[in-house]
């Protein structure tokens, strides 16, 4: 009985200590994440997406991250209530010529969007190597923020 006792206990605290490695592992904040916290922004959602069809045939992406994200100060005046948000997808590319092709075709709408993002394709974006750095936003009052937000954030990711 004491041994079986000692085996379970062994196996719970091996566990727990997977358990607090891989929540420690999903919990650490990653270099994107301390970018825009840097520049005034919190990270609301980060996911990895497998990149879709359409970004494979016609740019042949590798990996793409989803972070959305929301300035930690609201916007002044009247919109004092409102904070700017976007969403920023990291997209990995096998070389920086792959990569600069999509930059220049950032604009370029995917197939089979929503009607909501057909009408409303509010995008940006800038290469930096092999990655192309691609941001959205759905409102029109942030739309015309965006630069401003790409400006410090590109010059936080060459820091």
Do not use: C
Not at 119 to 124: L, P
């Amino acid at each position: 009985m004491n041994f079986f006792i000692a085996k379970l206990l062994s196996l719970s605290i091996i566990s727990f200590s997977f358990f607090s490695v891989s929540n420690y592992a999903q919990n650490k904040p990653d270099i994107l994440t301390k970018k825009f916290v840097g520049i005034g922004y919190e990270v609301k959602s980060k996911e990895s997406k497998i990149p879709t069809k359409w970004d494979k045939e016609q740019f042949q992406m590798l990996s793409k991250q989803v972070y959305k994200i929301k300035r930690q100060k609201p916007m002044k005046g009247d919109w004092n209530n409102v904070y700017p948000r976007f969403e920023v997808v990291e997209e990995v590319y096998e070389n920086e010529e792959k990569a600069e092709t999509r930059n220049r075709r950032i604009a370029e709408k995917p197939p089979n969007l929503p009607v909501e993002r057909e009408e409303y394709w509010m995008v940006s974006g800038f290469q930096h190597g092999k990655k192309v750095y691609f941001i959205s936003t759905d409102a029109i009052v942030f739309y015309e923020m965006m630069d401003e937000f790409i400006e410090k954030f590109q010059s936080a990711i060459k820091e």
